[in-house]
């Protein structure tokens, strides 16, 4: 039987193994972790993938194994962050607003904040402190207001960029000395229930790697969003 989705949105949905037969998709748009899919018989992920790593060069030495090549990807996903806050400063209040649902420019910096706490702190120093209370972290329970996290809060923007400058200098600061041996050794998770539980029998470099995607992913989530608003303010 024909269905009609158009316009449908899925959102946060495991769509592994699906087949779509028979389908008219125009206008349509996929964000999020694809792998081997196959369009009208062609796997098309590959130039997906060279596309992206065509238009964002960082996105190879985020997956380097060497010290350098991560200390230069850091450096460049600061260097990002940081003319994106420029310009957001220009249009004041243009931080707190949304689209299509997604998190506004500073809910997305406090979520860096808990994926720094979280993925670099807890899983690549061994930390046991609480998180910085600003984060947003998942939002599901037990997780979505533990460890410190206080989602009452609302920080100014000048608030959340100190924290993030922080947070930046202690991980360039850490970059500068860690060697390849200590990348690679097994990521020192505490024996506890904090998220992110999964991360137990990870490297060191994949902890890390998270905390590098995350910030380059959500910095083009951002970016994104800007020009959305900021066309909408123009039409």
Same mark, same amino acid.
């Given at each position: ?6 316009? &449908? +949105?899925?959102?946060?949905?495991? %769509? ?12 349509? !748009?996929?964000?999020? %972790?694809? *792998? ?13 993938? &060279?596309?992206?790593?065509?238009? $964002?060069?960082?996105?190879? %030495?985020?997956?380097?194994? =060497?010290?350098?090549? #991560? ?23 243009? =931080? ?5 649902? +997604? ?12 994926? $720094? ?7 690549? %120093? ?5 998180? *910085? ?29 100190? !924290?993030? &400058?922080?947070? *930046?200098?202690? #991980? ?7 060697? @390849?041996?200590?990348? @690679? ?29 995350? *910030?380059?992913?959500? $910095? ?9 608003? =900021?066309?909408?303010? @123009?039409?």
């Amino acid at each position: 039987m024909d269905e009609d989705l158009h316009g &449908a +949105e899925f959102r946060e949905c495991d %769509l592994t193994g699906a087949r779509l037969i028979g389908v008219v998709m125009q206008d349509a !748009v996929i964000d999020g %972790l694809v *792998t081997n899919l196959v369009v009208n018989g062609v796997e098309v992920t590959e130039y997906v993938e &060279a596309e992206l790593d065509r238009r $964002h060069p960082v996105r190879v %030495l985020i997956r380097s194994e =060497e010290p350098a090549d #991560l200390r230069e990807a850091a450096r460049r996903l600061h260097a990002g962050w940081t003319a994106t806050i420029e310009r957001i400063r220009r249009t004041p209040g243009i =931080e707190r607003r949304s689209v299509n649902d +997604e998190w506004s420019a500073v809910q997305t910096m406090r979520h860096l904040v808990f994926v $720094h706490d979280s993925w670099f702190r807890r899983c690549c %120093l061994g930390s046991t402190e609480l998180f *910085t209370p600003m984060g947003i972290g998942p939002t599901v329970d037990p997780y979505r207001e533990a460890h410190g996290i206080d989602l009452s809060l609302d920080p100014s923007l000048d608030e959340i960029v100190g !924290v993030r &400058a922080a947070q *930046t200098a202690e #991980l360039q600061a850490w970059l500068d000395q860690v060697s @390849a041996a200590q990348l @690679a050794a097994p990521a020192p998770v505490p024996d506890d229930d904090v998220w992110p539980p999964y991360a137990r029998g990870r490297s060191v470099r994949q902890c890390l790697g998270t905390v590098l995607n995350e *910030t380059f992913e959500h $910095h083009g989530f951002c970016v994104r969003d800007l020009d959305l608003i =900021e066309a909408q303010d @123009a039409g």
